[in-house]
């Protein structure tokens, strides 16, 4: 059976609440660096989390991963406009546009997931995940400039073996996962199935609809079959879907704020010249009023073939995938109860195909080596819907000076305007990218390693933007305010580029259980096209030189230390690291083309630093312990035609406030960008921690032999900036989450806990956004309240 072939290395049998977190006692196995290894021994920072822990913890989506481990961020307004961030880099901050790729990568099973929306669905029978911090593209197929997550799946046994996982809690909560596996030939083919289903009422009411919005409502399936057809071939046939259809996502009232706007035109004015007020202006009495249905329905799965070969020195994997990804979507774009946009929804509609071949050489040696090849395929296609309703004209347009009385004849005083301007979108998108890609390790000593790696990566990306606007009447002559609130457009941007990256190690055994690594790495993210629409021209043109962005040009240096002692009872691994960024993407206005439209551009320099610690312990086989910190120093070096922060938007210089009134602005201000340069980046605390420990004692209940325990885990996040552009409207304070659990586990597999999540109740919000067109209206998502539920799971 091929090395490789073997099947994920397990987390040695131990608490859930401290093992599978990587830094405890004893060696956790990885394949990180496509070779089973000691997590300890890797060279880079890396954490581990176990599927034991993800029952114990709730910690089953990606989202819920945030709260065990500090470097990681993710932030979702609905699956499609979701983005997955390590150590505060990965994505631009805001709405999703296809065109470009996400700096962080998702892996399951070797397979790379392109679309960020898989981070939304459940964990389905996971083995582990292991969350690996900086570039990595030396040893993995796509390129991924900020890290990766790798989940492994349980793979089939060919002894027969089940698990099965049920919970019930407040808020409707259901949730069940069962998988079976064994042999179907003995010891030739063998078979795993997988299943997982939750259900959960949503966290706030529309008083509109009558509904609780924001559920949960997830199903996934997962199979996998296992040949081994010689002693030296594996071939693994995979296959997975999945789906969600929760009435989400909402972002509801928090407050407003003050813009540049005239007051008349600022959202308290606009709101009562219809005699509009929100539900409730205190977001955690968790109301709405929104008056456009809400779904986020979404479909995603694929197959792959996994073929492990030993043969000569090392051995081959093949990894071929086909995905899919279907997107129903509708939303409250205006995150009110008036008609203002009565209709967003951009259904999408995607195929992956990829293909990688790998050959790593076996055991170790003097040199070993990993060379690989990767060709990725993808296409999209999206038709965009959006339509006025009948109070855009009011809230869109400028009025006349008297403001609007019965005698107007203004366009903004007119609703028939605005009302039913719609915009059809037909959008294409076509992605290639191929790469050889290889890394050695030399050993120059018993202690002494060197490890290059270099990259060789070519990019293709074609597009096609075609916006067709008519107006409520089917007109499609538009006059100039209709053109400025939904302009017709047709495009074609392309990109292609070849880029060389690679990186260097150097790690050293320090002692038995001392490794010291340094690390540098010149990485690039791939340059990207925008479909979401250009700024136009004075001639209402779409400016063709808007239609790509550059790549991301990134220089990565760190330094660790990963120690254990006392016996390896403790550990505590430490790592430093300095990463910038040039022509960083992100969504800018930008004032060199004297337009005010926003949309993706490249920002000049961006700089994260920072320090991260993991520490585990385990004093007695009774009690372990874990905590986790990171301290993130970060900003935009240089960014001078940003998108100005709200309360310095929507006016021109002469009514233009003083730009020190957003926090740290050092810039200057003019109508169409603001230089942000010395600012936060959006998304990131300047600290964050994770905790928590598990405690058990022996008892016998029900005639069973096993453990009673109690566990409690907790995590910190500083402020952080919820806005591209750092604002006082939109920072969202720190808050600490805390929770518990307690049950017994009995020594023939079966786990019975009764489990509180966010266990003070803690008021907090996930992210907070502003309402387009400056009107000083910001709307969040409060995170969940208090939960609580019981859980039982059985191995056999």
């Known amino acids: 059976?091929?090395?490789?072939?073997?099947?994920?290395?397990?987390?040695?049998?131990?608490?859930?609440?401290?093992?599978?977190?990587g830094v405890v006692a004893g060696d956790i196995l990885v394949t990180a660096r496509r070779r089973s290894e000691s997590v300890q021994k890797v060279p880079l920072a890396i954490s581990v989390i176990g599927g034991e822990t993800v029952t114990a913890t709730g910690a089953y989506n990606v989202n819920r991963l945030t709260q065990l481990q500090p470097s990681l961020q993710f932030y979702s307004t609905n699956p499609r406009n979701s983005a997955a961030n390590i150590r505060g880099l990965g994505a631009p901050f805001g709405l999703t546009n296809d065109g470009i790729e996400q700096g962080v990568g998702i892996y399951v099973d070797q397979v790379y997931y392109s679309r960020i929306a898989a981070a939304t669905f459940d964990f389905l029978d996971v083995d582990r995940i292991e969350v690996l911090r900086g570039p990595q593209g030396t040893l993995y197929g796509k390129?991924?400039?900020?890290?990766?997550?790798?989940?492994?799946?349980?793979?089939?046994?060919?002894?027969?073996?089940?698990?099965?996982?049920?919970?019930?809690?407040?808020?409707?909560?259901l949730q069940g996962k069962a998988s079976v596996s064994g042999p179907l030939v003995?010891?030739?083919?063998?078979?795993?199935?997988?299943?997982?289903?939750?259900?959960?009422?949503?966290?706030?009411?529309?008083?509109?609809?009558?509904n609780k919005v924001n559920a949960q409502d997830n199903l996934g399936f997962r199979a996998l079959l296992l040949w081994r057809a010689s002693d030296t071939l594996d071939l693994t046939l995979s296959g997975d879907y999945n789906r969600q259809n929760p009435e989400c996502c909402a972002q509801i009232y928090v407050r407003t704020g003050a813009t540049q706007r005239p007051l008349n035109r600022q959202f308290n004015a606009l709101a009562a010249a219809f005699n509009y007020a929100p539900p409730s202006t205190n977001a955690f009495d968790r109301l709405t009023d929104l008056d456009t249905d809400l779904r986020a329905r979404q479909e995603i799965g694929g197959a792959s073939l996994r073929a492990e070969w030993d043969i000569g020195p090392g051995t081959l994997t093949s990894v071929s995938a086909w995905r899919f990804w279907n997107w129903d979507p509708s939303n409250d774009r205006d995150f009110t109860g008036l008609p203002i946009t009565t209709v967003s929804a951009n259904p999408s509609k995607q195929r992956q195909w990829t293909q990688e071949f790998r050959y790593?050489?076996?055991?170790?040696?003097?040199?070993?080596?990993?060379?690989?090849?990767?060709?990725?395929?993808?296409?999209?296609?999206?038709?965009?819907?959006q339509v006025q309703g009948s109070a855009a004209s009011r809230f869109l347009l400028a009025p006349p000076a008297g403001g609007c009385t019965p005698a107007s004849t203004a366009n903004a005083c007119n609703p028939a305007v605005l009302n039913g301007l719609t915009s059809v979108n037909d959008i294409d998108f076509r992605n290639t990218s191929a790469a050889i890609f290889g890394q050695l390790t030399w050993r120059l000593s018993d202690r002494l390693r060197i490890q290059p790696g270099l990259r060789v990566n070519y990019d293709k990306k074609t597009g096609s933007y075609i916006a067709t606007v008519a107006t409520g009447t089917g007109s499609a002559v538009l006059n100039s305010d209709q053109r400025g609130v939904l302009a017709p457009q047709t495009y074609e941007p392309s990109f292609s580029d070849w880029n060389?990256?690679?990186?260097?190690?150097?790690?050293?055994?320090?002692?038995?259980?001392?490794l010291a690594y340094a690390t540098y790495a010149k990485s690039f993210k791939s340059g990207g096209i925008n479909l979401s629409g250009l700024p136009l021209d004075a001639s209402n043109n779409p400016i063709l030189s808007a239609g790509s962005v550059r790549p991301e040009k990134v220089d990565h240096f760190e330094v660790g230390l990963k120690t254990q002692f006392l016996d390896r009872r403790a550990t505590l691994n430490l790592s430093g690291y300095w990463t910038e960024i040039g022509d960083y993407q992100a969504t800018v206005t930008n004032g060199q083309l004297g337009v005010l439209r926003g949309y993706l551009a490249n920002a000049d320099k961006v700089r994260v630093r920072g320090i991260e610690a993991d520490f585990g312990f385990r004093p007695t086989g009774r009690l372990s312990l874990f905590a986790n910190a990171a301290f993130t120093d970060h900003e935009y070096?240089?960014?001078?035609?940003?998108?100005?922060?709200?309360?310095?938007?929507?006016?021109?210089?002469?009514?233009?406030?003083?730009?020190?009134?957003?926090p740290g602005t050092p810039g200057g201000f003019s109508p169409s960008n603001c230089d942000i340069s010395g600012q936060w980046l959006p998304g990131i605390s300047k600290w964050s921690f994770s905790y928590g420990g598990e405690y058990n004692l022996p008892a016998r209940v029900l005639g069973q032999d096993g453990q009673v325990y109690f566990g409690a885990d907790g995590n910190y996040r500083s402020k952080f900036s919820s806005n591209p552009s750092r604002s006082a409207y939109t920072d969202v304070k720190g808050y600490a989450i805390t929770n518990a659990r307690i049950g017994f586990r009995s020594d023939d597999g079966l786990n019975v806990f009764g489990w509180v999540r966010n266990l003070f109740d803690t008021d907090y919000y996930e992210l907070l956004a502003t309402q387009s067109g400056n009107t000083g209206l910001i709307v969040g998502q409060p995170g969940d309240p208090r939960t609580y539920g019981v859980t039982l799971s059985r191995r056999f």
Do not use: W
Not at 154 to 161: A, Y
Not at 191 to 201: F, H, M, N
């Open 1 to 21: 059976m091929p090395a490789a072939a073997a099947g994920p290395a397990a987390v040695p049998a131990q608490a859930p609440s401290g093992g599978s977190l």
């Open 143 to 173: 390129n991924t400039t900020a890290g990766a997550i790798n989940i492994t799946t349980r793979t089939p046994s060919f002894t027969p073996e089940g698990r099965v996982e049920l919970t019930a809690g407040n808020l409707g909560f």
């Open 186 to 210: 003995d010891d030739k083919v063998a078979i795993r199935l997988g299943v997982s289903a939750t259900q959960r009422d949503g966290t706030i009411f529309n008083v509109t609809t009558g």
């Open 360 to 385: 790593a050489s076996s055991g170790q040696n003097t040199v070993d080596y990993v060379v690989g090849a990767f060709l990725f395929y993808q296409k999209i296609h999206t038709d965009g819907l």
């Open 500 to 514: 060389v990256s690679g990186d260097l190690t150097v790690s050293y055994d320090v002692a038995d259980d001392v």
């Open 637 to 662: 070096v240089k960014f001078t035609d940003a998108p100005c922060p709200p309360e310095l938007a929507g006016g021109t210089a002469a009514t233009a406030a003083n730009p020190a009134s957003a």
